[in-house]
């Protein structure tokens, strides 16, 4: 494959730096509201709400659920192996990294920090006086990771081509990019349209790839 040396590295968050598939779940699960969350995951999935309308919904479920609750839960949810190393080599190398994802920002931003990412975009949900409002600030959905990575890379001037995509699902790997690695794989459809497939669960076999 030709292409140009890789500038930014982006990786998807649920089932990819972390070891569960979905944040939104995990919460329902943990906050007792899955059996209501579902049937909203399902209407998605069916076409009916659009992917706010779905977050919105969900983030209604956990009004005056206090944030630090949220957070709480929130750190017992493991990395990938290899994760706090691949990021570190990144860096080394001078390479930009990032995380967009389709989840909840108070993850994204725990993970910025402690894998020392250069930025993480994903949906805030809001609070006032430590608990949640039941709204949700959507920045990042199903459908316009491509348009995201579009905005952060032109951000840090690094050319598109210049940019791979680290994910486990179709809609994690946009066609912008010059390099799309399909990590852990959810389905044959993602290792279709990934220049490359990892499924070893050792986030540190990106690197071959990414710092060539």
Known sequence: MS???????VFDLDGT???IESIWQYLHIKLGTWETGRISAEKYWRGEITYEEWAEKDSMLWKDVPVEKVISILREIPYV??????FEELKRRGIWTGIVSAGISLLADRAKKELGADFAVANKLLYEEGKLT????VKVSLKNKGEVIKEMAWMLGVD????AVVGDNVFDLPDVVGLKIAFNPRSADVREIADIAIESGDLTDVLEYLTR
């Open 160 to 163: 598109l081509e210049s940019c």
């Open 3 to 9: 292409r140009r040396q890789i500038q930014l590295a």
């Open 81 to 86: 192996e290899g994760a706090i190393e691949t």
């Open 134 to 137: 039941g709204k949700i600030r």
């Open 17 to 19: 730096l972390t070891k």
